[in-house]
């Protein structure tokens, strides 16, 4: 019996054996369980999606023109090691938290380590360490997908067909690459949709530099023949790369400053004035004795001061309120609110899709029927408000024989690939606003407000120039009751032949450290230098 016992326990074993033996053959014969078994060691590390660039008018990159590097870490002292001299500051508490890490992942360094054996990837950034016209360009979220600005609006072309990009790596059980392999980098595939602006890289950064003694404010220059946007800086800047940071602060950083509306004040006097030249009431004078009378209202010149008798030309010298409102009264509301019409107030400037200018506030006629409401208006105060692209439009019209035209920021969508036009997205057209006499009439009384004048430290260094300074009361005011203003010069240069209309604004401050009209004649003298090298030289 015991004999018979061993032969079945044996006989047991060897049917056992036989079971697992062939189990792990068809194991070892089935490709199928290889190639799981293979990907249960790739490890993919994400990285940004591919996105369509933004481009100035030249062509110039103004997203993507940048390059970030990131090392492959892989686990060990070793790698953390030899990387923490690479590694930017603020990143350096990441890589020691990560030394240890079960898989390799990448991080930020300063440099191309790959000559030193260190796998190095290179990923475009989407903004520069110092951003270019980061409130009309906008930000994308944390998806990357367009959340603000122009990143939002051609969303469909900037982000279209982007697909998920990561660094594939095959890894032991331990993390390190497995001997033998190389990483592998997938950037994804896209439709290589791109944006060309109006803008002028080298002007928007000359803006930029002067809009640094701002407080707040904005700057624009238009192309005069054609009023293409060549710069539009709004102050504060923010950051692209934090805007958590904005949010947080909860200040005005995220506002871009040339599409809302503000209070105007005297820069839109010379509107009275073109409508008296169209008019025919260029003569009209008027005694200033400092205050004039309106429905028991009374309104002061600046400080009180009287000018005497004064024609219109003198008027926008000295930005005499109480001329404006007398000649406000002898034009009439209709005739002064068709006139700012023409000048495009009180109508928003579209952009791209739902991107678009604020309206501002233009009273009509029938509240101008109000002597009062007419006499705040002649002088740009009361219900009006206007945005700096409307101002900066409406100064356009005095600079460019009489033509309006509405600003533009954008110019074509092309194919990255090739570099070819796929939209034209600038439309030219103009309409004629006032006499091509009345612009030039108002143009030489402009260039009096900078040559004698309240606007003369508008005066460029080089050459002439012509313009409005404003100062306008906002009804906001500090805790000393102290009230805030907004200070603004629009005008054009050179003054013979106008190529560039400029305005700046600095809005919500008691008084500014450097003038509007200063500011203006920098912008001016950065053209100068910028734009005529040759004419200079």
């Known amino acids: 019996m015991k004999e018979k016992r061993l032969i079945w326990l044996f006989g047991g074993f060897l049917l056992l054996f036989g079971v697992v033996t062939g189990r792990l053959f068809l194991l070892a014969s089935n490709h199928q369980y290889a ?15 591919s996105r369509g660039n933004i481009y100035d008018r030249m062509g110039r990159s103004v997203t993507g023109g940048e390059l970030r590097y990131f090392a492959l870490s892989v686990p060990g002292e070793s790698s953390y090691s030899r990387l923490f001299q690479y590694v930017p500051y603020q990143k350096q508490g990441l890589l020691y938290e990560k030394r240890n890490a079960l898989t390799p992942f990448l991080i930020e360094v300063d440099r191309d380590l790959n000559d030193q054996g260190i796998y190095t990837c290179t990923v475009p950034r989407r903004y520069p360490e110092n951003p270019l016209a980061e409130h009309l360009i906008g930000y994308v979220d944390g998806q990357g997908m367009g959340a603000a600005g122009l ?16 660094l594939e790596c095959i890894t032991t059980a331990q993390g390190n690459l497995l ?11 896209r439709k290589k949709g791109g944006l060309v602006l109006t803008l002028d890289k080298g002007i928007q950064r000359a803006c930029e530099a002067v809009a640094q003694q701002m407080e707040s404010g904005c700057i624009l220059v238009l192309d005069t023949a054609t009023a293409r946007v060549l710069a539009s800086v709004s102050i504060p800047h923010f950051d692209p790369r934090h805007v958590e940071k904005s949010i947080q602060a ?17 820069v839109f006097k010379p509107i009275l004035a073109a409508a008296a030249l169209e008019k025919g009431a260029g003569w009209y004078s008027f005694e200033c004795e400092g205050e004039v009378d309106v429905n028991d209202q009374v309104y002061h010149c600046a400080a009180g001061r009287a000018h005497g008798e004064i024609d219109l030309a003198r008027a926008l010298e000295k930005s005499c309120n109480c001329y404006f409102i007398g000649l406000g009264q002898q034009l009439g509301g209709q005739t002064v609110e068709i006139m700012a019409e023409k000048f495009g107030f009180g109508k928003p400037v579209y952009l791209a899709g739902g991107m678009k200018s604020a309206c501002g506030s233009l009273p009509k006629a029938s509240t101008l029927k109000d002597k009062g409401q007419l006499a705040n208006l002649s002088f740009g105060q009361g219900m009006l408000t206007a945005t700096p692209l409307q101002v900066a439009a409406a100064m356009n019209v005095i600079a460019s024989d009489g033509c309006y035209r509405a600003p533009a920021f954008l110019d074509r969508v092309i194919n990255e690939t090739n570099g070819e036009s796929v939209e034209q997205l600038y439309e030219p057209g103009k309409r004629q606003a006032v006499r091509p006499e009345t612009a030039k009439a108002l143009r030489e009384m402009l260039v009096g407000v900078v040559e004698n004048g309240l606007g003369k430290d508008a005066k460029p260094n080089a050459g002439g120039a012509g313009g409005k300074t404003g100062t306008a009361q ?13 200070y603004w010069f629009a005008g054009f240069y ?13 809005d919500g ?17 950065a053209l100068y230098w910028l734009e005529a090298p040759e004419e200079n030289s």
């Open 151 to 166: 990143e939002s609006a051609f969303e469909e072309v900037l982000g279209a067909g982007a697909k998920e990009a990561y």
């Open 474 to 486: 906002t009804g906001s005011f500090t805790e000393e009751k102290r009230e805030k203003m907004n």
């Open 509 to 525: 401050i008691l008084e500014p450290k450097v003038s509007s009209g200063r500011l203006f004649a920098q912008v001016c003298d």
């Open 250 to 266: 909860g200040d005005t950083s995220l506002l871009n400053r040339p599409l809302c509306a503000y209070n105007v004040g005297s």
């Open 35 to 49: 190639e799981t078994a293979q990907r249960q060691m790739v490890t993919r590390i994400p990285l940004e999606p």
């Open 494 to 506: 050179p003054a013979e032949k106008p190529r560039y209309t400029v305005l700046v604004m600095q």
């Open 179 to 189: 001997a033998g392999t190389q990483p592998k980098l997938e950037l994804g595939s």
